[in-house]
């Protein structure tokens, strides 16, 4: 049990012969207990500082725990952030390079398409033209034909007029009215000659259009330059 200032004060001494001063003896005491007492409070107030002291130690040591698990999981969140930054940007590569070569072969594909399109109505275009061609020259000689036909017919044809025209029965046609009548009819041969020629300047000087035939249906549109005719078929 520890002493305290109030065992000092009572404390008792018994009495001998040629002992201490008794006054002197609780005088001291006394300065003794007002010393321990002094003593008592400065280690009261030691005992409370240091308590307030170690609760600060423990409040700054809980502190920097806290300090330290805080950095612990801030490093541990931004490792976890960067791992998760790192793979979402390779998803994203990924998935752009993706995306680029998908929208690259689909261009390809439609390119591709496109040419061959085009090659295909191409080579229907050039089928075509080369059959319309190839019938139109079809047509083309076939008209020759056709035209060499009818101008060979028409030269036999113009030929034949000719010769009709040369023939001696147009001379018959076309002797004098006078020639017919006989030697004892000298009177009315002149007279016939006369009226004869006269009709014949009215008929030269007369202003009236002369009437050619109507053209055939399929002559229409077809002009024909007769002397070029009989020299092209002369050649």
């Known amino acids: 049990m520890a002493l305290t200032p109030l065992d000092i004060q009572n404390k008792s001494f018994s009495t001998k012969m040629r002992g201490y001063n008794q006054d002197e003896v609780d005088d001291f005491l006394d300065m003794i207990v007002r010393d321990y007492e002094d003593s008592i409070a400065k280690n009261r107030e030691l005992e409370k500082a240091l308590k307030h002291s170690e609760e600060k130690l423990e409040y700054f040591n809980e502190l920097k725990e806290a300090l330290n698990q805080s950095i612990v999981v801030a490093q541990d ?4 952030v960067k791992s998760s930054a790192s793979k979402e940007s390779e998803v994203i590569v990924t998935s752009a390079q993706n995306r680029a070569d998908e929208l690259i072969s689909n261009a390809m594909q439609k390119a591709n398409l496109l040419t061959t399109t085009a090659e295909d109505k191409a080579k229907e275009i050039l ?7 190839r019938q139109l020259a079809a047509e083309t000689n076939d008209l020759k034909k056709k035209t060499r036909v009818f101008h060979q017919q028409l030269l036999l044809l113009l030929e034949t007029q000719i010769d009709q025209a040369r023939s001696g029965d147009w ?5 004098p009215m006078s020639s017919y009548v006989g030697d004892g009819h000298e009177v009315l041969r002149e007279v016939l000659a006369n009226e004869l ?4 300047e009215v008929a030269v000087d007369s202003d009236e259009p002369i009437i050619t035939p109507e053209p055939h249906e399929e002559d229409m549109g077809l002009t024909i330059d007769i002397p070029e005719l009989i020299k092209s078929d002369e050649d």
């Not at 969140?77 to 976890?80: L, S």
């Not at 089928?127 to 061609?133: E, G």
């Not at 020629?197 to 014949?200: E, L, P, W």
């Open 171 to 175: 001379e018959e046609v076309l002797k």
């Open 127 to 133: 089928t075509d033209a080369t059959s319309k061609a």
């Open 77 to 80: 969140t931004a490792d976890k």
């Open 197 to 200: 020629d006269n009709d014949a």
